[in-house]
């Protein structure tokens, strides 16, 4: 079959690596540029979720750890195995106990793609691997590792391999109107596929309704901000927010350290970027750990990216699930929701349903 894909972030192009490897000649329709927008502006972690499992995301978690093992084996060269340390204080959110069954739990459902058992550190050790963590209150923190990507290089090695495949990628095609015929609109043209899969990302839902499809589902789109400093620091970092409850990374990257990411929802009419609400409430997280704190001049940059959630109804953004979901309107099938560890599955799936 002839098949187009709209959208090129990264569900998009596994999608369109999937659809090819079936033996399916694929054109990817992208409005800007490949991995341009919410792709490229993650917390650069391959990871299951461990705090998904607060939420009973039991089965999204194993398919993410899964995932997570795959993406190293294939991308050596843009991933890495990161340890990461989440210190315990006296009154912290989640106790010892709560956090020891969550990360048995993480170790378990990796099964044999796990990178490392989690294990508890002394005050001592602890220290010694971050003397600038606040001593006061401290009991000690469990280390388990995980893995980093560079986001944005990753998925640029994703979309060279859907190329090397045969897959047509249009760059600067905005796709306006879509039919569950297989048709599209791009710019004046039409133009007709036996099948069109719509993975516009945070844009999906509304590139239905401009096309007067109705769908069962609504997204929720969520900004997640992060800060970066131009700082090294040796480990990561999982933090318990004392304002909320939250938890956010302190993370190495690339020499620097990055601190994120926010939960706010978000409105595609309004910008895209670290409000100053976030970057306050990030730089609080950070100096309720670290001594001595840091302040605006500490920030060298901020970046912002919208993750498409499928609503569940819930208050909090952080309460709604990762999961995705297909919905199919004839030979028009919509991807909603999806975080990028788990793109690879994701696409297998869309390759399946396209047959189906």
């Not at 976030?278 to 920030?299: C, H, K, Q, T």
């Amino acid at each position: 079959m002839r098949i187009a894909i709209v959208g090129a972030g990264i569900n998009g192009i596994m999608s369109a690596w999937a659809l090819a490897e079936a033996g399916h000649a694929v054109v990817v329709f992208e409005r800007g540029e490949p991995m341009g927008q919410t792709s490229r502006a993650s917390t650069k972690l391959l990871h299951g979720g461990l705090r998904y499992l607060e939420h009973g995301d039991f089965g999204l978690v194993r398919e993410g750890l899964r995932e997570r093992a795959w993406w190293l084996r294939a991308a050596p060269h843009l991933t890495r195995r990161i340890e990461i340390v989440v210190p315990v204080y006296r009154g912290s959110p989640r106790g010892r106990l709560s956090l020891k069954a969550g990360l048995l739990a993480y170790d378990l459902l990796a099964g044999a793609a796990g990178l490392g058992r989690h294990r508890w550190l002394a005050v001592n050790e602890l220290l010694r691997r971050a003397p600038r963590l606040r001593h006061e209150g401290l009991l000690g923190g469990y280390l388990f590792v995980d893995g980093q990507m560079d986001d944005h290089a990753l998925g640029l090695w994703a979309v060279e391999q859907v190329r090397a495949k045969g897959v047509e990628l249009r760059t600067h095609a905005a796709v306006t109107q879509l039919d569950v015929g297989g048709g599209i609109r791009c710019g004046a043209a039409k133009e007709a596929f036996d099948f069109v899969v719509n993975a516009a990302g945070p844009w999906a839902a509304g590139l239905l309704a401009a096309s007067g499809i109705p769908s069962r589902y609504n997204l929720d789109l969520v900004r997640g901000s992060h800060l970066v400093l131009d700082r090294a620091i040796g480990c990561g970092f999982l933090l318990q927010s004392p304002d909320d409850g939250r938890v956010c990374f302190v993370l190495p990257y690339q020499g620097r350290t990055l601190v994120g990411t926010t939960e706010v929802r978000q409105s595609l009419d309004d910008a895209i970027a670290c409000s100053e609400a976030e970057r306050d409430y990030l730089l609080r997280m950070f100096n309720a750990a670290f001594s001595p704190g840091i302040g605006l001049v500490d920030v060298a940059e901020s970046f912002a990216g919208v993750r498409p959630l499928v609503a569940a109804g819930a208050a909090q953004a952080s309460a709604v699930s990762r999961e995705y979901m297909l919905e199919r309107n004839g030979r028009l099938l919509t991807v909603l929701g999806g975080k990028w560890t788990t793109a690879r599955a994701l696409g297998c799936k869309v390759a399946q349903a396209v047959t189906a």
